[in-house]
């Protein structure tokens, strides 16, 4: 296991929304992070089909992770996601992060949701890149 792999692994131990939405860490490295999680039935809106909010965390931890374990703390500052297909209850999502841009203080990502290598979602998200190191923000009280 890598470092990286390791510290995103610790900080979705160490969430217990993420825990409780049954997403699972595949992949991550400095440029790339994969995601994946089985949509269950307590995931379902009244729709019947799976809830948007469900398929949005998913999206968000693979930015949050992708954004948060090269080094500084970044936090979220502006969100959007496409729906595009719908998903059902037993289907296995696929959230995969890139990186856009980056600069000293703002960071660009997309993060794509499929299934079966169709596209379902598409989310983009921008962080503000603080100077704070990761670490250190996880230890303060």
Known sequence: ???????????????????SQGIELVAI????????MTVRADQRSFLRAAHGGCLFSLADTAF????????AL?????TH???IRGCQEGDRIR??????SRSNRIAVYRV?????????????GTVYITR??????LQAP
């Open 1 to 19: 296991m890598t470092d990286i792999f390791e510290k995103a692994w610790g900080l979705l131990k160490d969430d217990p929304y993420v825990q």
């Open 29 to 36: 490295d400095a440029a790339h992070t994969v995601l994946e």
């Open 64 to 71: 949050g992770l992708a954004a948060n374990c090269v080094g």
């Open 74 to 78: 970044s936090v979220g500052i502006d």
């Open 81 to 83: 996601m496409a729906f």
């Open 95 to 100: 959230a995969e992060a890139n990186e856009v």
């Open 112 to 124: 794509d949701l499929t299934r079966d290598e169709e596209t379902v979602a598409t989310f983009t």
């Open 132 to 137: 704070r190191d990761l670490d250190e923000a």
